[in-house]
């Protein structure tokens, strides 16, 4: 993982977004990091913490947690830099907002923004989705829904903004099953890295469903 002054530094032409809850980070995202930085040549991928996302009615856990659990969890990639400032603004934080800042920060780089299907299935609700279908390539990876079906989305039905496939194959891996698994007192091994196991147990997160 790069630290924030090597991102200073470095010249980045082919940045990407991965926003998420991450609460807490799990092996599917890392996955779905690596797919991103390997087949979109990526010169770095930001991974963005949300604050108090508008679209999760559960309250998040404490921000200071999920970024810490991200610094442990994407710590064997190298273009990855975790990317607190969503968790750092007051009120309802939106994937534009973080776009048109890095747009800003990064005026030569081409963006993209990587996503599971679920939330590619849901973009057209999201707040300025078509402002940020002009600033950034939107990246989708395939992703079950809840009762396990695939599809319900593609790249040729989506709506206008260009959408591009990853390939990942489907992981059934979801952040709900891994703190439904920790509150039944039941192993989260190997859905989450074992560093993140332990921060998990050690700060007494998730045992309330
Ligand atoms: P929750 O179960 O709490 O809703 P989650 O597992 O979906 O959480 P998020 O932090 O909301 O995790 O996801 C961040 C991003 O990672 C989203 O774009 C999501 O679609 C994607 N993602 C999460 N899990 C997977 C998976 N198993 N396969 C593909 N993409 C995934």
Redesign the pocket.
């Known amino acids: 993982m790069a630290s924030s002054g090597d991102s200073k530094t470095q010249v980045v032409t082919r940045l990407g977004m991965?926003?998420?809850?991450?609460?807490p980070p799990?092996r599917?995202?890392f996955a779905?990091a690596q797919a991103a930085i390997d087949q979109l040549q990526l010169d770095q991928l930001r991974v963005i913490p949300t604050g108090q996302a508008w679209h999760k009615s559960r309250a998040l856990t404490a921000a200071e947690h999920r970024v810490a659990m991200c610094e442990l969890s994407f710590t064997g990639l190298d273009r990855a830099v975790i990317d607190r400032r969503e968790t750092l603004r007051d009120g309802a934080t939106y994937t534009f907002d973080s776009l048109l800042e890095l747009r800003a920060e990064f005026p030569a780089a081409q963006l993209f923004l990587?996503?599971?299907?679920?939330?590619a299935r849901a973009f057209t609700t999201w707040h300025r989705w078509e402002a940020i279908a002009e600033l950034a390539i939107i990246c989708v990876?395939?992703?079950a829904d809840e009762s396990g079906a695939t599809g319900g989305f593609s790249t040729q039905s989506a709506p206008t903004p260009p959408f591009k496939r990853l390939e990942?194959p489907l992981?059934?891996?979801?952040?709900?099953?891994i703190r439904q698994r920790v509150a039944s007192h039941e192993s989260v091994s190997p859905l989450v890295f074992d560093s993140v196991a332990r921060y998990i147990e050690q700060h007494h997160l998730y045992l309330t469903p």
């Open positions: 991965l926003g998420g809850a991450f609460d799990h599917a995202h779905l990587v996503l599971g299907e679920d939330q990876a395939a992703r990942l992981l059934p891996v979801s952040a709900t099953d």
